[in-house]
């Protein structure tokens, strides 16, 4: 769709000859190019790679803090544990839960505020601002906000609720299972919303008018020109930002941790909370570093997965 | 003329500093006046003014001591804890909370051995002494002891009829129901069972320790006691007399919201009827008609203590001991200095004998309504919760998570009783294996 005639002089582009140019040109260029990665590639392997490892060393560790004979080799026996732990098992149906919403509330709420921006409305400069203004929260703030909003004696969503006469009286969101998580992931998707707008809207931009105005000629309606059009443009850009949130949302954090602790019962317990209660609430280290290994495996398998499901470069 | 200032002229101007004091150095600078032993201590963000104003006072007595504090948010505080602690980080002096004592005690220091200790020891409450011991070492100082108690707006009980809190948890139950029934309360009952923190649990065990029994016996099985106990605050929770919305305070939070006046009763710690919550006249609409008075039944009570500890890995020691000393014991002439003064700026209550004998603490007490014997007698028959539930166990703090977890769903009628009784007990005898 946007391929455009090769310069004069350059041989059509995919015949041998250009092929074998251009990977002597890549090598020729991209080896001191490459260089210039090093010291973010050392950076990367010492803040991220080396705690990895560290962790994974963890978990075939015996770390329970103030156990008699602890701080030996444990092997695999934390891996047995926690597989076998059924609370393990329940954060990882919260977590599994708490993405796949987050992931598609944001996915759908996003790329409808993209396109509102991108029909230059009257407003979506403001639209726009409070995008960015939402996405430039840290996330404990956010949280901590959604903390007042949901509270029970005073919050402003039962006040706002009351005042509309749409309930009598304030309602403990966060004191039943269902509402408990599905508050979480309201509040988490409203933090997530602005990437994913941020991210669609530069891609809708990029869109070239005048397939519009072809489109618009050939007869095609809103939708088509959506379907057709709109949607093969913002594709790639749109599977980054869910990329993004997947992983994102697999370890979400900071919002659990403010808003309900894991609880009700165990209902907002994901794995990341687990983890982080498991070390250092209880002092179970190696069972914790397990959990967080197995986290890990499961974000890269779903990643993975999801690229590898994703249509290759000039493919359909 | 002055010289004109440049580059040149302010590194010469370093230069000469270095030099200056690298000579010094050379020569012996820490010679001419020994350093003070410089002490961090950490704390949770409790009035952390007065807590400054005591470490004025201790330096002002101790010269060759200087404490540097450290806050940590109340929630944060154990988890940063055990980072530092696993990262090396140094610190000296720290508030420990009993429930964690276990698993801390690896790198606490001892304290019977130092100088005073003993004698100390022998002043000490009961509830306080056994809360800060673990395996028959000494390892803190009170910061405070405190207790469970029936925290009651007496205007709202006397609007529906009744003169004096109740005594048995019929009687409870049925003036709630009274004041219920009259209009002066949606929810006469507020209970502190948020999932985190020190609540629900708490609440079990201020309970049972009422009707003179434990949670778990030595079984780890639930006790018919801590049923009864369970049963009857379900109960509440059915008829609609405890607020739901409980699931989500923590006791600090279960006392603003019962400030705001809509509630007749608190089951919570002594201290949250004091002036500096339901007692205070600027923020509390309840202020002057909060009142104590002992739980129903027995009469009898949970009790805890808050402790300061030294960092068995301390450099100073010896210096970190008399901090403690006087934050956690006496001063220098044998008075109860700070245990006092947190009656009065924090209406924490103390942990040795006779310290309700000062004028001072029993005029404050009484300044809001809080009768001194019967705190006293409170805090002498409270049972610590080492003896009601297996709150020693390094497993301990992962238990009563998971116990709040099913307790909520208890309360709100997920879980049967018998059925959540049953997870306590597979869980704790579960973590009890692990920990073997």
């Known amino acids: 769709m946007n391929s455009q005639a090769p310069p004069a002089g350059l041989p059509a582009s995919g015949a041998p000859a250009d092929v074998a140019f251009r990977r002597a040109r890549r090598v020729r260029l991209d080896t001191p190019l490459r260089l210039l990665n090093v010291p973010s590639l050392v950076l990367i392997a010492a803040f991220t790679l080396a705690p990895i490892v560290y962790v994974a060393y963890l978990s075939t560790l015996d770390l329970r803090i103030g156990a008699p004979g602890s701080g030996g080799f444990a092997g695999w026996a934390n891996y047995r544990f926690v597989l076998s732990d059924g609370a393990v098992a329940a954060a990882f149906r919260n977590t599994l839960y708490f993405a796949v919403l987050s992931v598609a509330a944001a996915t759908l709420a996003g790329l409808g505020v993209a396109l509102l921006l991108d029909s230059d409305a009257p407003g979506t400069g403001l639209l726009m601002a409070g995008a960015v203004l939402a996405w430039g929260i840290p996330e404990i703030v956010n949280a901590s906000m959604w903390q007042w909003i949901y509270n029970p004696t005073f919050g402003s969503l039962n006040g706002l609720l009351v005042s509309l006469h749409l309930t009598d009286r304030y309602r403990a969101w966060l004191s039943t299972p269902v509402s408990a998580m599905h508050a979480v992931i309201f509040a988490y998707t409203w933090k997530l919303v602005p990437f994913v707008v941020i991210i669609l809207y530069a891609a809708l931009r990029s869109v070239p008018l005048d397939y519009y105005e072809s489109a618009a000629l050939d007869g095609a309606g809103p939708w088509a020109r959506f379907r057709y059009v709109t949607m093969p443009f913002i594709a790639p850009a749109l599977a980054v930002a869910v990329l993004f949130c997947v992983v994102w949302s697999m370890r979400a954090f900071d919002i659990i941790y403010v808003l309900t602790s894991g609880g009700p019962g165990q209902a907002t317990t994901v794995l990341s909370y687990f983890t982080f209660a498991k070390a250092f609430q209880f002092g179970d280290l190696g069972a914790a570093a397990a959990v967080a290994c197995l986290l890990t495996l499961v974000t890269l398998a779903l990643t993975f997965g999801y690229w590898r499901a994703l249509p290759q470069e000039g493919g359909s | ?436």
């Open chain 2, 1 to 436: 003329m002055a010289e004109r200032l440049t580059r040149r002229a302010v590194l010469k101007g370093l230069g000469g500093t270095v030099a200056a004091a690298g000579t010094a150095g050379l020569l012996g600078g820490r010679g001419f006046a020994a350093e003070p032993a410089r002490l961090k201590f950490i704390v949770w963000n409790y009035q952390v003014q007065t807590v400054q104003q005591f470490i004025n006072q201790f330096e002002a007595a101790n010269p060759d001591i200087k404490v540097d504090m450290e806050v940590i948010p109340g929630n944060e505080y154990i988890p940063k804890i055990q980072l530092m602690q696993n990262a090396r980080t140094p610190f000296d002096v720290l508030y420990v909370a009993d429930g964690i004592l276990a698993q801390w005690s690896t790198w606490l220091q001892p304290l019977d051995a130092y100088d005073g200790a003993a004698a100390l020891k022998q002043q000490m409450l009961p509830v306080a002494l056994r809360s800060m011991t673990y395996k028959g070492r000494l390892y803190g100082l009170p910061y405070f002891s405190s207790y469970f108690a029936l925290i009651y707006n007496d205007r709202m009980l006397r609007g529906a009829g009744f003169a004096a809190p109740p005594k048995t948890y019929e009687e409870w139950t049925e003036q709630a129901r009274a004041i219920k029934s009259k209009g002066l309360s949606k929810t006469p009952m507020l209970w502190p069972v948020k999932i985190s923190g020190w609540g629900g649990i708490w609440v079990v065990n201020a309970m049972a320790a009422s009707r003179g029994g434990r949670v778990l016996d030595d079984s780890l099985n639930v006790t018919p006691v801590a049923l009864a106990s369970l049963r009857w605050w379900v109960s509440t929770y059915k008829e609609g007399l405890s607020d739901p919305n409980g699931i989500e305070l923590d006791p600090n939070t279960s006392a603003t919201a019962f400030m705001g006046g809509d509630y007749a009763t608190m089951l919570s710690t002594s201290f949250f009827a004091g002036p500096q919550w339901a007692n205070d006249k600027d923020k509390s609409k309840v202020y002057g008609v909060t009142k104590l008075a002992p739980t129903p039944a027995l009469h009898r009570t949970a009790g805890f203590a808050r402790l300061y500890g030294i960092n068995a890995a301390s450099a100073h020691k010896a210096e970190a001991w008399r901090f403690v000393k006087y934050m956690g014991g006496t001063d220098k002439n044998g008075t109860y200095v700070t245990p006092k003064a947190w009656v009065t700026s924090g209406a924490l209550t103390w942990g040795y004998r006779g310290v309700e004998k000062d004028p001072t603490v029993a005029a404050s007490l009484r300044s809001w309504g809080a009768d001194p014997a019967q705190v006293e007698a409170n805090l002498e028959n409270a049972v610590p919760m080492s003896a009601i539930v297996p709150f020693q166990a390094v497993w301990y703090s992962e238990w009563e998570q998971d116990a709040n977890g099913v307790l909520q769903d208890m309360l709100v009628g997920r879980t049967p009783v018998e059925q959540g009784a049953q997870a306590w007990s597979a869980k704790a005898k579960e973590l009890a294996a692990r920990y073997k």
